[in-house]
């Protein structure tokens, strides 16, 4: 079935220093892989996503590379600051009109100043 | 533009009661999603709803849970007879169409 491994599930890091969460896929359908970000007691929120057709995207601080072959996608976070600190899921859906999200299990980020 | 709204924002109910979660999406959004958030867990899909239509339940547990999207007004998440094990945070999210998907704030259910 549809699965979405992440790795890894905690990972501590220095301030200044680059993070990286690695994901790996099932689906070979699947086309469209968001990154959201949960602090504690709130929302899921969107911070970068990648579809199928694109094998990097950056946004200031923030990349995703995609590998369709592989079937794997990562962030990548540099010069990492406290505000970082949060649960970081990636997820990966198919189909062009909306689909639903399967999540990896996250991955527990921790910037020490 | 108000982003994606949910209420109630806590939820607590008996063993055995019903549980009602509404979900009004973002300004110009036809599809709605429910995911479910067990404590310290991922978030798993439940049903993703268009106005009117059931597209996809395919995580819904076969009983005692719900959902419609209406029409006028919010999409709801029903639960009957509340079990412990029901006890959860429920995030829905909105799309125009494809990608991407918003998130509420979430409903935290917890049953007695």
């Known amino acids: 079935g549809e699965n979405v491994e992440q790795h890894p599930s905690t990972l501590s890091v220095q301030e200044g220093d680059s993070a990286v969460i690695k994901c790996t896929y099932s689906?070979?359908?699947?086309?469209?892989f968001p990154w959201y970000k949960q602090e504690l007691g709130k929302r899921p929120q969107l911070i970068i996503d990648?579809?199928?057709?694109?094998g990097e995207k950056k946004d200031q601080r923030i990349a995703v590379t995609l590998n369709k072959t592989a079937k794997h996608f990562s962030l990548h976070i540099t010069e990492t600051q406290p505000e970082d600190s949060a649960v970081y899921f990636c997820?990966?859906?198919?189909?062009?009109?909306?689909?639903?999200?399967?999540f990896g299990q996250g991955t527990e980020l921790s910037v020490k100043p | 533009n108000a982003g994606v709204m949910q209420n109630p924002r806590h939820l607590v109910r008996r063993r055995g009661q019903e549980a009602r979660l509404r979900c009004s999406p973002m300004?110009?959004?036809?599809?709605v999603y429910w995911y479910r958030q067990l404590p310290e867990e991922g978030l798993k899909f439940m049903v993703y709803?268009?106005?009117?239509?059931?597209?996809?339940e395919s995580g819904m547990p076969k009983e005692r849970f719900s959902a419609e999207f209406p029409k006028e007004g919010p999409s709801i998440l029903r639960i009957q007879q509340v079990v412990r094990g029901d006890s959860a945070a429920y995030f829905c999210?909105?799309?125009?169409?494809?990608?991407?998907?918003?998130f509420g704030p979430g409903t935290r259910l917890t049953v007695l």
């Open positions: 999210a909105s799309s125009e169409g494809s990608a991407p998907q918003y």
């Open positions: 689906d070979s359908a699947s086309n469209y």
């Open positions: 990648i579809r199928s057709n694109v």
């Open positions: 997820a990966a859906s198919k189909g062009n009109q909306g689909g639903k999200l399967i």
């Open positions: 300004k110009g959004h036809s599809h």
């Open positions: 709803l268009q106005k009117e239509n059931i597209i996809d």
